[in-house]
T-cell receptor, first 116, second 113 residues
Framework: EAGVVQSPRYKIIEKKQPVAFWCNPISGHNTLYWYLQNLGQGPELLIRYENEEAVDDSQLPKDRFSAERLKGVDSTLKIQPAELGDSAVYLC??????????????FGPGTRLTVT | AQSVSQHNHHVILSEAASLELGCNYSYGGTVNLFWYVQYPGQHLQLLLKYFSGDPLVKGIKGFEAEFIKSKFSFNLRKPSVQWSDTAEYFCAVEGAGRRALTFGSGTRLQVQP
């Protein structure tokens, strides 16, 4: 089966410019996650969707970051305006909540953002 | 708030050596525990997970981990590493049912042929 798809894989922008990342989760996965991974660190959760509802966005810097998951499938993460400190890898993951409590998050390849 | 500590940032081993990577977490309730691996140029992949039951968990590629509740630890082990195990390894924890992984900072494993 196809894995989690993200685009673009790399993006270089100047500070104060907007940028958007796109994620297509594994077919049928109802839960979608966006993570931020700084160099030398583990991923940090930004937002989690259950279908089209953002159920955990407590770590999302809402002054400049926004996300949407229309129709409960694809998702877009946007930064406007970007700052130098936003340079990082943005990871998307998805999972299927079967109701058993046992699950696994599948990660995409990530988008490496460089802000100059 | 939960946190995860991986004390070994960079480990260098020769092929056939045994591996143990430490992972300690801080969380006051029931937890689910995970080890993920990221091979060079590839995305994060699940090695193994613990939700309940036998605290000794076996994963893919000969890896295993033991959950020791009293020590808040979930160390990863492999009896004999191969050059292909060169990768970055991440321990992660979540409060049971919360669906919010907290990752450690990772351990870079380099296996020399």
């Amino acid at each position: 089966e196809a894995g989690v798809v993200q685009s673009p894989r790399y993006k270089i922008i100047e500070k104060k410019q907007p940028v958007a990342f796109w994620c297509n989760p594994i077919s049928g996965h109802n839960t979608l996650y966006w993570y931020l991974q700084n160099l030398g660190q583990g991923p940090e959760l930004l937002i989690r969707y259950e279908n089209e509802e953002a159920v955990d966005d407590s770590q999302l810097p809402k002054d400049r970051f926004s996300a949407e998951r229309l129709k409960g499938v694809d998702s877009t993460l946007k930064i406007q305006p970007a700052e130098l400190g936003d340079s990082a890898v943005y990871l998307c993951a998805s999972s299927l909540d079967s109701g058993t409590g046992n699950y696994e998050q599948y990660f995409g390849p990530g988008t490496r953002l460089t802000v100059t | 708030a939960q946190s995860v500590s991986q004390h070994n940032h960079h480990v260098i081993l020769s092929e056939a050596a045994s591996l143990e990577l430490g992972c300690n977490y801080s969380y006051g309730g029931t937890v689910n525990l995970f080890w993920y691996v990221q091979y060079p140029g590839q995305h994060l992949q699940l090695l193994l997970k613990y939700f309940s039951g036998d605290p000794l968990v076996k994963g893919i590629k000969g890896f295993e981990a033991e959950f020791i509740k009293s020590k808040f630890s979930f160390n990863l082990r492999k009896p004999s590493v191969q050059w292909s195990d060169t990768a970055e390894y991440f321990c992660a924890v979540e409060g049971a049912g919360r669906r919010a992984l907290t990752f450690g900072s990772g351990t870079r494993l380099q296996v020399q042929p």
